[in-house]
């Protein structure tokens, strides 16, 4: 691709060819890695790939600036939601411009963001940077911050390590320095089938399913009243079972009966805590009496994600920086995910600040304003003018 040889895009061509890349999480994210090393390439920027366990999928890394620790980091995924079920004006992966808005799966969620970072390279190679600029670009954000794990566990390694990070999730350029960290359980409940005729030589799975699920609703109610903050929709940390799926047939005793629940924490709510509770109620109001009848009865209580929630130190630099940068004076919360506690948590204080309105991300049309990937560009800009100082 010739094109790429230290071609100049704007950030709307750019995001153009960002989004004819289908980057649906169950599908490869390879040909927009490749696009994406080329355009560095032509820019004089070498980039490092951390590649899934398939081979399907990578993670791009560049510093741009002196090759050391320290800097600031930009960090996207590349990923997008599914559009199946949606009902679209136009192609989603075709990115279409109308009454300043651009639409396309992605467009806001949050190859803007991708798009602006990248446009912005060459203004960062032509400075004079004395703090590198780091670009982070993961893979399977949205089914869990997958991607992103394997590619900081090489910070500090095989990857020079940010001072501090800036995730460019969709926040229409506020400044977020908390978010809720949504968490998933899967429990099974193994019991023992009988005719239903001869219930009690059975261990019904459905009835010790919703004991359990009852004392989730008592938690779920007290995590109402626990903590309160104001910054978040709504104020506390919700916890509700999310699907459901038991029994055999109408003249059986269910021998298996599974649940997932979901909590959304507030900074602050360990999920350890939820676990054991439940866990302890399972061993002194269930398993007792299962394993009376049938030692081979069980409940699993299986954690199959954890994104953590973040809460930027009062003190924190990187957000300080996010405010000067957007000239604002004030920070948010937010209820959704995102890479930052991640980043955080492995010694890089984070920040969330990117282009677009979270209210576009998932939706059918997803469209960003033009205008807010111009307040982007503003935003790199000035961070450039810092990274020199
Ligand atoms: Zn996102």
């Known amino acids: 691709m010739s094109e790429a040889r230290g071609h100049t895009y704007t950030p709307v061509e750019l995001l153009a060819r960002l989004v004819a890349f289908d980057t649906t999480s169950h599908k490869n994210n390879l040909g927009l890695i490749a696009f994406v090393e080329e355009y560095l390439r032509g820019h004089g920027v070498a980039s490092h790939r951390i590649v899934s366990e398939d081979g399907q999928k990578a993670s791009l890394y560049a510093t741009i600036g002196p090759a050391d620790e320290g800097g600031i980091a930009l960090s996207g995924h590349t990923d997008v939601v599914p ?62 911050c997958i991607g992103v794990r394997p590619m900081i566990a ?5 990857l020079p390590k940010p001072r501090m990070v800036i995730v460019g999730e969709p926040t229409s350029m506020q400044v977020v ?3 809720k960290g949504p968490v998933r359980w899967n429990v099974n409940v193994k019991g023992r089938a009988a005719h239903s005729s001869m219930a009690h030589l059975g ?44 029994g055999t047939a109408t003249n059986i005793v269910p021998v298996h009966c599974s649940f997932v629940f979901d909590i959304r924490a507030l900074p602050g709510l360990r999920a350890d805590e939820i676990e054991d509770r439940l866990r302890r109620f399972a061993e002194m109001h269930c398993l007792p009496e299962m394993h009376a009848i049938a030692p081979e ?16 130190e009062p003190s924190s630099e990187v957000v ?40 576009q991300a998932h939706t059918a049309d997803e469209w960003i304003a033009e205008s807010e990937v111009a307040n982007c560009m503003v935003f790199l800009d000035r961070l450039g003018a810092w990274a020199e100082t």
């Open 203 to 246: 261990v019904n799975a459905v009835t010790y399913a919703t004991r359990l699920i009852g004392e989730l609703e008592r938690m779920e109610a007290e995590l109402k009243h626990r903590v309160i903050d104001v910054r978040f929709e709504p104020p506390y940390s919700t916890l509700q079972v999310t699907k459901i799926d038991g």
């Open 83 to 144: 559009v199946d079920g949606q009902d679209w004006t136009s192609d989603p992966f075709t990115l279409r411009a109308e009454n300043g808005r651009l639409y396309g799966r992605g467009s806001a969620d949050m190859k803007g963001f991708l798009a602006a970072s990248l446009a912005a390279v060459p203004d960062f190679k032509k400075r004079k940077l004395k703090k590198p600029i780091h670009l982070a670009f993961s893979y399977d954000e949205e089914v869990g």
């Open 177 to 179: 320095d908390a978010h």
């Open 320 to 359: 300080a920086l996010a405010l000067k940068l957007t000239g604002q004076n004030e920070t948010f919360g937010v209820s959704y995910g995102t890479e930052a506690a991640l980043f955080q948590n492995a010694g890089a204080p984070s920040v969330v600040c990117g282009p677009g309105d979270i209210a």
């Open 297 to 312: 009865a069980g409940i699993d209580i299986e954690r199959v994600n954890a994104v953590p929630p973040f809460g930027a």
């Open 154 to 158: 090489e910070l500090g390694k095989a």
